[in-house]
């Protein structure tokens, strides 16, 4: 009967520790390797070329229909010089080669 009886402050503390292993799960763990998005953050426009270039990865124009046995995502980001976010999925078994790959270029 203690339980229900608790301060707000420790409903409150709970609750941020339940939200951060769900933000932990499920953007750190679900999308992989945290370098390989914070070198994709600060250099856009590489990535975007290289994204057209790779079969391990899936541009969502909207034109398409994603097979989500097969892709993982949506990942977004901004590309300044389309002047939008893109929406990109990566193909389950091989955008994480793509990232080691990626992640390994010299990136001006």
Same mark, same amino acid.
């Given at each position: 009967?203690?339980? +229900? %009886?608790?301060?707000?402050?420790?409903?409150?503390? $709970?609750?941020? /520790? $339940?939200?951060?292993?769900? +933000?932990?799960?499920? &953007?750190?763990? %679900?999308?992989?390797?945290?370098?390989?998005? =914070? !070198? *994709?953050? %600060?250099?856009?426009e590489?990535?975007?070329?290289?994204?057209?270039?790779?079969?391990?990865w899936?541009?969502?124009?909207?034109? $398409?229909?994603?097979? !989500?046995?097969?892709?993982?995502?949506?990942?977004?980001?901004? *590309?300044?010089?389309?002047? %939008? &976010? /893109?929406?990109? +999925?990566?193909? $389950?078994?091989?955008?994480?080669?793509?990232? !080691?790959?990626?992640k390994?270029? =010299? /990136?001006?």
């Open positions: 009967r203690q339980f +229900y %009886k608790l301060p707000i402050k420790m409903y409150i503390a $709970i609750a941020i /520790i $339940i939200l951060g292993i769900l +933000y932990y799960y499920f &953007v750190v763990v %679900k999308h992989g390797d945290v370098a390989f998005w =914070k !070198k *994709v953050s %600060k250099n856009p590489f990535f975007y070329e290289q994204l057209k270039k790779d079969e391990a899936v541009i969502d124009d909207g034109s $398409i229909n994603i097979d !989500k046995n097969k892709y993982t995502g949506p990942f977004m980001l901004h *590309v300044p010089s389309l002047g %939008k &976010v /893109i929406r990109f +999925y990566g193909k $389950i078994g091989e955008y994480e080669d793509s990232q !080691k790959r990626i390994e270029e =010299k /990136i001006r």
